[in-house]
């Protein structure tokens, strides 16, 4: 025999009920015992009748197979065919609380969306990742392929695959036209994907294309995904869509192995074809990349995308590192995610970054970075290597007039550290660095760096730093910030700010508050800056900036200790950009 064993060949208004016993037991056992195409269950319409009220649940669906990638799948809604295609008309589909093994694809979901058809589908509760005498699901546990609207994935155990074929594996994906859905309290673990080739290992995956709309992705669980292929592995990755929310999600021991190079990778991953992306009160911790490529937190290419209160823990990689990195964006707003323990371990020409704007030919722009806490960011590489905290590069190391109208402001960072460096500027840490860009506003930011992690003699470091490709007359505005640097090592070297641009690229610097140890230079511009009036004249305005030594309550929390600061106490000034400080007031 061949093809599907148990057809719904347009019926509706049908249940079938594992349970013997009216409870959540699976008594029943449904095993296909076909070598060709099989399928276990198909539910299928008939033409353009639509099917209604189907229910499968508290069963045990078993597969012969899981060698074939296309052909081989457990639960089928489509139309009488049963294959990938063409899709069906249905609505009102339960797949519920059932144990799903050995097959290729296990939910496979190919619907029409006309009116309501294609829309109240319920997959909950089901296991998917029995492995026990090769039970495995292949490569697509769940796999939506077409319009669903409104439908409810929940629930679901996913995991315990292991492969080395040439194919890519997805946990959960969502495919072309998916709307108004939710994929929530799943979850996906113990997936190993060794190929070695250009194959995807992502734990959810939303390809909705531009009709999908309004899909949320929350609550979920992701855990031990490990990946030797040379294409980026992810938690949860967006191809595209609009108005995708990604809320509330747990992502931690992922592995890259493979070389992914330039492909974008990490716990959160968003392409450049998505629109509107919210991403927000996730939790990435423990990520880990041992081959040349790309790494973040969260990395998104988005032109619209907006990412808070997220937490992004414990990222270490060969070469790039970043805890969250936004390419090409605009209009949107950074603020409120805490990044720690950002390290990189290779070569000089790679860095750690706790946080990433990057763009270029002015595609980055109308952003608001805010309330950010950024910290431990270390470059442990022996020789030589930089790291930065906070960095902006919104034209991509090039001078432009273009203005970015980007606001940096009360933003913490602190613990920022390079094993070794050298004398040359750009080279070692800095806290918050402006490498391109104009129309950027620094306002209320708190910077302290204190760590020394090696010994090396001509470490170069800054607490804010400029770089020589910001040109344009009047690109930065510099206000209300705290700039500390007593870092150990060569003190003459630690700099409060250091600029590698003309003092003209400031339309405005002042009330500032510049700090480094007795011996170091405060600053740098055009040459080394030793003392406060040495700053003011080399950077220009500053008549209200400060060298004050600020107390902070511990070293982990960069509050002002107002009991020991009362020399500091209220020297900022009102900016309308921005109203309230770092604490709120």
Known sequence: RSGTMIRFNGASNVIIDGSSNGTSSRDLVIQDTALTTPRVIGIGSIGADTINNIVV????????????????????????????????????????????????????????????????????????????????????????????NGATISNNQIGNMSTALAEAVYGIIISTGTKNSTITGNTIANISHTNGGAYQLLGIGCNTGATGINNVVSNNTITNLTCSNTSGSAGIYVFNGNLLTISGNTIYKLSQTGANGNSIAGAIAVGSAPTNVTVSNNTMRNLKQTAAG????????????????????????????????????????????????????????????????????????????????????????????????????????????????????????????????????????????????????????????????????????????????????????????????????????????????????????????????????????????????AVVTGFGGNANSVSIQPSFRGATDLHLNLANNATLDNLGTPIAAVTTDIDGE
């Not at 109308?366 to 906070?390: D, E, H, P, R």
């Not at 950027?440 to 800054?462: D, E, F, K, R």
């Not at 400029?466 to 910030?481: E, F, H, K, P, Y």
């Open 294 to 533: 790309n790494w973040a937190g969260i990395f998104s290419l988005s032109p619209s995308c907006t990412m808070t209160n997220n937490i992004v823990d414990s990222l270490s990689a060969a070469y790039y590192c970043y805890g969250i990195e936004m390419e090409g964006n605009k209009n949107s707003t950074i603020s409120g995610n805490r990044v720690s323990n950002i390290s990189v371990t290779n070569v000089a020409t790679y860095r750690p970054m706790g946080m990433l704007v990057y763009g270029s030919s002015n595609s980055t722009y109308g952003m608001n970075i805010t309330n950010n806490n950024i910290s431990n960011i270390k470059n442990n590489y022996t020789a030589t290597g930089l790291a930065y905290g906070l960095c902006i590069d919104a034209n991509a190391g090039a001078a432009t007039t273009f203005n970015s109208n980007i606001t940096v402001s009360n933003n913490v960072v602190y613990d920022i550290a390079s094993y070794a460096g050298s004398a040359t500027y750009g080279s070692g840490p800095e806290g918050i660095k402006i490498i391109s860009g104009s129309g950027i506003g620094v306002y209320h930011n708190t910077v302290n760096l204190a760590t020394t992690l090696g010994a090396a003699g001509s470490l170069t470091s800054a607490a804010f730093g400029v770089g020589s490709a910001v040109t344009n007359a009047g690109a930065l505005d510099v206000r209300n910030n705290i700039f500390a640097n007593s870092m150990s090592t060569a003190p003459t070297t630690a700099y409060a700010i250091y600029s590698a641009s003309a003092n003209t690229v400031f339309s405005n610097i002042n009330y500032n508050d510049y700090y480094v140890p007795a011996g170091s230079n405060l600053g740098f511009i055009g040459s080394a800056r030793a003392n406060l009036a």
């Open 57 to 148: 649940k508290n069963t045990v669906i078993r597969n012969n197979i899981n060698s074939s990638a296309t052909t081989s799948i457990a639960v089928v809604l489509s139309d009488t065919a049963f294959n990938l295609a063409p899709a069906g008309y249905f609505k009102n589909i339960t797949i519920q609380n059932n144990k799903i093994q050995k097959s290729a694809r296990g939910i496979f979901v190919a619907p029409v969306e006309v009116g309501t058809i294609g829309q109240g589908v319920l997959i909950d509760g089901n296991i998917l990742n029995d492995s026990t005498n090769g039970s495995q699901i292949r490569n697509y546990p769940i796999f939506v392929n077409g319009a669903l």
